[in-house]
């Protein structure tokens, strides 16, 4: 079956770490996006991706990274420098086209710091 | 700033009755409005999109109205059963941008 899948479930940062979250889609979709979600807060978005080797900044960025040289594949990197990384991360992807069409999602990576 | 309000309490109902939830946005002309659904720990399924132009939707026991003078949109799941308690989330997009603006979600609970 086609979907998007994140890894790790769960993980676990330690002060000063970086740490990366994996996503792999086979809907052979363009778009992927990264999203944080915290308790009583809409979904955020972080970065965004309408092709291969081209990705652009969402609204909360800083202390963040991804690349895109797969179109199957967009991990996330939370650098040391997102002080406040404690969430619920979700992965999703488009199809592309003139009229936005709906995002899946994966099912989310947790992420804490130890 | 552009905003989205879904309400923030738990909506309580009886099985059987018909579930109402709201999104009402302000400082946005969204092209487009999308309902998800969520369960704990998983990500947002996708249920209806309805566009600026159209009036409702609908699809098996799920309605969507879209009133861009009110700026609102409801939700309606008729027959409510159990198993369509989850957190529904609402996001407004335009064509002209990939950015999804996503409200906080209403979580139903259908009582047995």
């Known amino acids: 079956d086609g979907g998007i899948t994140q890894s790790p479930k769960y993980l676990f940062r330690k002060e000063g770490q970086n740490v990366t979250l994996s996503c792999e889609q086979n809907?052979?979709?363009?778009?992927m996006y990264w999203y944080r979600q915290d308790p009583g807060q809409g979904l955020r978005l972080i970065y965004y991706?309408?092709?291969?080797?081209?990705?652009q900044k969402g609204d909360i960025a800083e202390g963040y990274s991804v690349s895109r040289e797969k179109k199957e594949s967009f991990p996330l990197t939370v650098t040391s420098a997102q002080k406040n990384p404690t969430a619920f991360y979700l992965c999703?992807?488009?199809?592309?086209?003139?009229?936005?069409?709906?995002?899946?999602f994966g099912d989310g990576t947790r992420l804490s710091i130890l | 700033s552009q905003k989205i309000e879904q309400n923030s309490e738990a909506l309580n109902i009886q099985e059987g009755k018909t579930a109402t939830l709201t999104c009402n946005y302000t400082?946005?002309?969204?092209?487009?409005l999308q309902w998800y659904r969520q369960d704990p720990g998983r990500g947002p399924v996708f249920l209806l999109l309805?566009?600026?132009?159209?009036k409702e939707k609908r699809k098996e026991r799920l309605k969507v109205t879209f009133d861009t003078t009110l700026k609102q949109s409801l939700f309606h799941i008729t027959a409510s059963q159990p198993a369509d308690s989850a957190t529904y989330l609402c996001?407004?997009?335009?064509?002209?941008?990939?950015?999804?603006?996503f409200g906080s979600g209403t979580r139903l609970l259908v009582r047995p």
């Open positions: 999703a992807s488009s199809i592309e086209g003139t009229e936005r069409q709906p995002q899946h």
């Open positions: 996001a407004l997009g335009k064509d002209s941008s990939y950015k999804l603006i």
């Open positions: 309805i566009r600026e132009n159209e």
């Open positions: 400082n946005y002309s969204p092209a487009y």
């Open positions: 809907l052979n979709h363009d778009a």
């Open positions: 991706s309408q092709i291969v080797n081209d990705f």
